[in-house]
């Protein structure tokens, strides 16, 4: 049974006569709700229905694979329509996803159907603060977004690639850089969030600590956030003022194996300055499994190359070496062709593990079973496997018990995008047999004792412990409880209110 709220002056008397515990809310439509004049929403707050312009460009995903589905979208221009928006959605009892960079890819969202989708996109404010060394902003902030105006101001921040910027965080906010900056939520100062009950509140180290706490790794089962601060780096306390030397390579198949095997050599040797990423492909003129790698160095060249002695060794030519800006680091790997890998509207189906050792062994048998797929499914040939290679010793030096993501010991994480023409399901069904072999593969030596896997990579099959840890799932369960017991914000790897 819905719990009926009373009526009272902050809807319009039209919904108001809604609210009274004998009306069956389901004869109100989405639409009459959102669209009644009495609302006053924000001249620039939009609200648009499937069919109709703008929809797709607030709902679309960067996979399609199991999304939500929405009657309805709603873009705020202001902070006070997103907290309209979530008195209106918990009034009705109305499904929600809010949403910035729409990059998540774990299956748990496609348990909201029919609900309404809050686009957060237009609260797109970045505001630096030289003095306090801080940057400010928006839901609607992706990464592209605070890279050339944090450069342009003198700072470096630890980014990702394509996400938004506090989606990214709340889940951990992994990259390439950890070794020297942590993990993005490690340089969060504070955030303004919208509660389950529509209230607007603070949380930081001194303002609702326990909330702050729950954020920071586990930040979408708790509420909107409006706004974030962050800590920024001078980049004149940086190595090289922040000038990376970023080299490409292509290993041919019977490559593989070797560059395993270099890469297993740097294992508990990351320097907190390299860090590497991998992924096998299908080669269309060879017609064989490849790996290309992209590996960088926040410093000089002349210490990249050696940091990267036994990646040169192996002789195979860069096909890219170059020294670069921080804020063009993510746009400069594999002949810029990053972009492609951002693209909205495609169909990826995303498996993922944590992993603390490396082990050569286990990347020849992904490689070759990956080779083997390429062989019997043409119609899987777009799938690839990531490998990614981030040292940690910032990120390890926060204690566990200070935020709520627990795999500070990490030192990479492994992704394989099952991707398939829509309506093959012969590939499909392949494809994710294959996924989970490998995901199992990877897990089994990766130095913990299950599957571990940060919630920003969950696929959404995983357990609660596998997730968020089992030191931290009772008392994020108590949080839960607190701050969202009638689970409101549930579809993001949902909390549970009670833990046994």
């Not at 450069?151 to 906010?173: E, H, K, L, Q, Y």
Request: glycine share 6%; with cysteine.
């Amino acid at each position: 049974m819905p719990r009926w709220p009373r009526a009272n002056d902050e809807y319009p008397p039209r919904l108001r006569s809604f609210l009274r515990p004998h009306v069956d809310t389901s004869r109100v439509s989405l639409r009459s709700i959102l669209l009644d004049p009495e609302l006053a929403w924000s001249d620039q707050t939009t609200i648009t229905f499937p069919n109709s312009a703008g929809f797709v460009e607030a709902t679309e995903r960067w996979t399609v694979f199991e999304a939500p589905t929405y009657q309805a979208a709603l873009q705020p221009a202001t902070e006070a329509d997103v907290i309209k928006a979530v008195k209106l959605a918990t009034r009705f009892n109305i499904p929600f996803l809010a949403t910035g960079g729409r990059h998540s890819y774990t299956t748990t969202l496609g348990k909201l159907h029919d609900g309404l989708a809050i686009d957060l996109s237009q609260l797109d404010t970045v505001e630096i603060d030289k003095v306090a060394e801080t940057v400010t902003v928006g839901p609607g902030v992706i990464i592209n977004d605070i890279l050339d105006p944090l450069f342009d101001a003198g700072f470096i921040i630890r980014t990702a690639f394509c996400p938004g910027v506090i989606g990214v965080t709340i889940g951990g906010g992994v990259g390439r850089f950890a070794g020297i900056f942590g993990l993005m939520l490690d340089a969060l100062v504070s955030v303004r969030i919208v509660t389950a009950t529509g209230n607007l509140i603070e949380a930081s180290q001194t303002s609702n600590p326990e909330l702050f706490w729950a954020i920071r790794g586990a930040g979408a089962n708790f509420g909107i956030i409006t706004s974030a601060i962050y800590k920024v780096h001078p980049l004149s306390k940086v190595p090289n003022d922040g000038r990376i030397f970023t080299v490409d390579f292509q290993f041919p198949n019977n490559m593989s194996s070797p560059f395993y095997k270099a890469v297993e050599s740097l294992n508990d040797k990351l320097p907190p300055e390299l860090a590497g990423l991998s992924f096998v492909n299908y080669n269309s003129t060879t017609n064989q499994a490849q790996v290309v790698s992209n590996w960088v160095y926040l410093g000089t060249e002349k210490n990249a190359r050696e940091a990267l002695a036994p990646i040169f060794e192996l002789n195979v030519a860069p096909t890219s070496a170059k020294i670069v800006t921080w804020n063009k680091l993510i746009n400069s790997p594999f002949n810029n062709d990053v972009a492609t890998l951002c693209q909205r509207g495609g169909l990826r189906d995303i498996y993922s593990a944590n992993f603390r050792n490396y082990s050569a062994a286990t990347y020849d048998t992904l490689f070759d079973k990956m080779s083997k797929f390429y062989d019997k499914y043409p119609g899987g040939r777009n799938s690839a496997l990531q490998l990614e290679f981030y040292p940690n010793q910032a990120m390890k030096r926060v204690p566990t018990t200070a935020t709520a993501w627990p795999w500070r010991d990490a030192t990479g994480y492994m992704n394989v995008a099952a991707i398939w023409s829509d309506g093959d399901q012969y590939t499909a069904e392949a494809a994710k047999s294959l996924a989970l072999d490998l995901r199992d593969e990877v897990a089994a030596t990766a130095g913990y004792p299950d599957l571990s896997v940060f919630i920003n990579y969950a696929h959404g099959d995983e357990k609660l412990e596998q997730i968020y840890g089992v030191d931290n799932s009772a008392r994020l369960a108590s949080l839960k409880k607190k701050w969202d017991p009638n689970h409101v914000f549930s579809f993001n790897n949902g909390l549970p209110t009670q833990y046994h």
